[in-house]
């Protein structure tokens, strides 16, 4: 990854207003920063959180808060809980996202 023309900031997520994007079930509140073509959230999974699609996009994780379970399209299976990572590129292996307790990730994509 090349980051270029960012200059040093600070962000403080609970400042930032969340959006809503419900799953298959429960819900996904995100809190986005954009810098040029890089996207980065602070998102909170409620209870019980399916997403509704299998994701191709790349992403840098890290589990922060919960437990997250992520799903790979061929069947595989991980689970991550705090101060786990995992990292995809674009177009790799579509995954999704559950959790039963609720989780807060940190994404970068």
Request: charge should be negative.
């Given at each position: 990854?090349h980051?270029?023309?960012?200059?040093?900031?600070?962000t403080?997520?609970?400042?930032?207003?969340?959006?809503?994007h419900?799953?298959?079930?429960?819900?996904?509140?995100?809190?986005?920063?954009?810098?040029?073509?890089?996207r980065?959230?602070?998102v909170?999974?409620?209870?019980?959180?399916?997403?509704?699609?299998?994701?191709?996009?790349?992403?840098?994780?890290?589990?922060?808060?919960?437990?997250?379970?992520?799903?790979?399209?061929?069947?595989?299976?991980?689970?991550l809980?705090?101060?786990?990572?995992?990292?995809?590129?674009?177009?790799?292996e579509?995954?999704?996202?559950s959790?039963?307790?609720?989780?807060?990730?940190?994404?970068?994509?």
């Amino acid at each position: 990854m090349h980051i270029a023309d960012l200059p040093f900031v600070t962000t403080d997520w609970a400042s930032l207003p969340a959006t809503e994007h419900p799953g298959t079930t429960g819900k996904a509140y995100w809190r986005t920063q954009h810098f040029g073509p890089m996207r980065v959230r602070m998102v909170e999974y409620t209870a019980d959180y399916l997403a509704d699609h299998w994701c191709q996009k790349g992403h840098v994780l890290l589990c922060v808060k919960g437990e997250l379970q992520t799903e790979l399209e061929d069947g595989r299976q991980f689970t991550l809980s705090p101060g786990m990572s995992y990292q995809v590129a674009d177009n790799a292996e579509p995954h999704r996202s559950s959790t039963r307790t609720g989780a807060t990730l940190f994404i970068v994509d």
